[in-house]
């Protein structure tokens, strides 16, 4: 495709995504099957110059102002993905000295908010439980995540897994933390590889599967994933108890769960159970009260953890969006919380970066609970389930995971165990 006729295309794509009415991704994708012509290269350079834009979206919008035509333009060529000499294929007699002074303004001297990118009401909080880390936390969020794979235990090793990444020309190494996981390089196409199609490896980033480790299933038990989407973590879980025991996929969204069926047929998993409820009071919940032996909580949260993936987040949250997640976070750990046997485990999780969200609901669930639930501290129940370095992994009792720490989505998670 001319130069020119993809960075036309690139403006097209931005101006559909910056009207932050739906998630990037899935506007991306629709984007793309929209122009099925499109190369592998094409698309990768659309994508990765769109995700710059949403990631500098408040510096790329400051930059843009001294030049002239379309903003989606402007935008797409300060943020350009696709190589410098493409991009002079498609600059006009005016575009290109503008892009050269843009380039020359030194950007330390610019305010803190348009190095940041982040809204006042994200930075804020962040700056002041970070301090010192708040820069390279922004310099990590900046960056592009890594590429990390779950081996699937009932179906394969995981030297063997990567022995047969390596032999495909793909390199990975074992992820620092989790026994399960790998980290491979680069983005390569793992869909049609027969370890990815026979379901010996899954997506998942290391934070997530280490939020299974923590809810640590045994074989046999009954098990609840009480929030589980797509089902990465129910698929974690459910290999972890070596296809025994009964494990409960639950979620209010049906879409949601429709997702899990491909990936579990992949898995070989005989043990998941999925099923639809209507609410964290559901009859099926209150059928299984005082019988599980674990239960997960992955609550619905802001998903500011994931900003590496999905950096539309922190502009489509709100302060009101987050006030009413607490209240449904509040609600769906007491809700699961009737689930547990005595001597049954509890976890809450979150994907998210802010303390109202998780310390807040811990804390809180705590001091009402106390005389039914034990904080269980993170560090202690990682090490029992063998993650290595698990005393780097905590604030205080609970797992906090932060990208520029840990090269992980930023998690959290809280422990009890039922007395």
């Known amino acids: 495709m001319h130069p ?94 503008w892009l050269a002074q843009v380039q020359g303004i030194e950007l330390a001297t610019l305010p803190e908010k348009l190095r940041h990118n982040l809204p006042d009401w994200l930075a804020a909080p962040l700056q002041q439980q970070l301090g010192d880390e708040f820069w390279p936390l922004v310099q990590a969020m900046s960056e592009a995540a890594p590429l990390d794979l779950r081996v699937n235990l009932v179906k394969a090793r995981r030297d063997d897994a990567q022995a047969a990444l390596a032999a495909a020309g793909i390199a990975a190494e074992p992820t620092p933390h989790s026994p399960w996981g790998l980290r491979v390089h680069g983005k390569p196409a793992l869909n049609k590889l027969p370890l990815f199609t026979d379901g010996g490896v899954e997506v998942q980033d290391e934070g997530s599967q280490l939020l299974a480790l923590l809810t640590d299933p045994k074989r046999g038990e009954m098990v609840v994933d009480f929030c589980a989407g797509a089902g990465g973590k129910t698929l974690a879980l459910g290999a972890a108890m070596r296809n025994t025991g009964r494990l409960y996929a639950f979620d209010v969204s049906g879409h949601r769960l429709d997702a899990l069926k491909p990936r579990l047929a992949r898995s070989g998993l005989s043990n998941v159970h999925p099923a639809q409820i209507a609410h964290e009071r559901d009859d099926r919940i209150k059928r299984l009260a005082g019988k599980i032996d674990r239960v997960l909580v992955d609550a619905p949260c802001s998903g500011l953890g ?7 987040l922190k502009w489509r949250q709100s302060p009101k969006a987050v006030e009413e997640l607490q209240a449904k976070q509040a609600a769906i750990l007491a809700g699961a919380a009737r689930l547990l046997k005595p001597g049954g485990r509890l976890v809450y999780a979150t994907c998210s970066l802010l303390a109202a969200e998780n310390e807040t609901i811990a804390d809180a669930f705590t001091a009402e609970r106390a005389a039914d639930f034990r904080v269980l501290p993170a560090a202690e129940a990682l090490a029992a389930a063998r993650v290595q370095e698990a005393g780097g992994l905590v604030s205080g009792p609970y797992l906090r995971l932060w990208p520029h720490r840990h090269r992980t989505d930023g998690f959290f998670a809280a422990v009890w165990e039922k007395r």
Do not use: M
């Open 4 to 97: 020119n006729a993809l960075l036309e295309l690139n403006a097209e794509l931005l101006r559909a995504v910056l009207k932050l009415d739906q998630p990037a991704d899935s506007i991306v994708s629709a984007f793309f099957r929209q122009h099925r012509g499109l190369g592998a290269r094409e698309r990768h350079t659309l994508a990765e110059t769109t995700y710059t834009v949403l990631r500098q979206r408040l510096l790329l919008q400051h930059l843009a102002q001294s030049g002239s035509g379309p903003l989606e333009r402007r935008l797409a060529i300060l943020a350009w993905q696709g190589g410098e000499v493409f991009l002079r294929g498609a600059l006009t007699a005016t575009e290109q000295p």
């Open 306 to 312: 994931t900003l590496r993936r999905n950096p539309d």
